[in-house]
DNA sequence: TTAGTACTAGACAGGTCTGTCTGTCAAGAG
DNA sequence: CTCTTGACAGACAGACCTGTCTAGTACTAA
């Protein structure tokens, strides 16, 4: 599974990396205000003056974590994964499902960090946090977009709307429990498909 | 508005209403961990140690909330809402989305609090206040279970489960600004009744 | 050798959180 | 009138949090 932020084959990184993929781990897995800042440094093996020499703030490390999981899970799992199981682009939506769908059934299943902090963070984009959860999941909607565009599917944006709430509906279904959710929306996907064909 | 949490007409209620209609009102908008118990009292008007006697702990007014979350927001809003707005259960279900459509508008909008509080703790349901909201996550399900079952529509269980899938979504697109994923939604939720019945 | 740099270890300050405790007050019961 | 009950106000303990600061260590380069 590609989604553990790799970043670097070596065996002692430097300490901003350890930091960076320290992070990935744990405010992925149990949220931001879960997991303080001794726990990550000890965890990571760094110094907390070094921390700070890095990032100016916890903030700061958050955003550059959100940055981090656009980058390993938006791109390199989703996009670039859906790309390469499928040779249209329309199944290549579809296959976001099957990779949801093995995803759910991960015993390490961390949900979407995107809408973990936006919601850990007051809902609507009022916190710097917030604001930047929101752009990020904006350009999980532009991928979809493009992949809608290429499928020539009729307006492109308003599909990728009402695609990027089977993918979070999903998601939080699958953080309840059920372990079908990614197929049920793969339905619900396949059904959204023809129905912008038709009327389009 | 019905879902800001009344109980009482009286001035002055005990002091356990008015903890609990405070909690209602700062939990929901705010989440959990960022509403404390000092400012919690403070907007009850009431002392710390009535809080203690009435509650023993803050995860005590936290079940106490979700409870009658489930009654003011689940039962009354949701369920009587949709039954008292259309004729048929098929109707009533579709109803969800328009009173769904007017939550969305409004500018004190908090999303569900039950997906909130899952997230903010754990994603799983591994603490209490996890599993408390996904059980009653699980009784919303139930409800649509019963409006598909009045509706006859093929195996209400998992059509629930793939109509929940819906609701979740647009909720969290709406926290993200989306002010039309109610109706998009709707669309949605209207393809997989037909599918439902077709495919029974 | 000496200076500079980046790191480690950990004490510390200042704030916030939950939960406990002391003491006061008002109202009703006997 | 006294005693009990429940609420009030708020200090306090102990834990935890973020962020600063001191002190010591290893490495590199002039």
Redesign the pocket.
Known sequence: MVMTAPVSGKADP???V?LLDTAYLLFSQRG??????????KE??????????????????VLAFLLERERVWTKQWVEAGARSRAETPQEQLLAIFDLFDEWFHRTDFEGCSFVNVLLEFGGRSETPLGAASATYLENIRSVIEGFAAEAEIPDPSAFALSWHILMKGSIVQAAEGDLKAAKRAQVMGRMLIEQFRLNG
């Not at 931001?32 to 440094?41: K, S, T």
């Not at 760094?46 to 903030?59: G, I, M, N």
Request: positive net charge.
């Open positions: 430097e300490p901003r350890r931001i205000r879960a997991v303080g800042i001794d726990e990550l440094i990571a093996n760094v110094a907390k003056a070094t921390f700070y020499r890095h990032f100016p703030s916890k903030d700061d490390l």
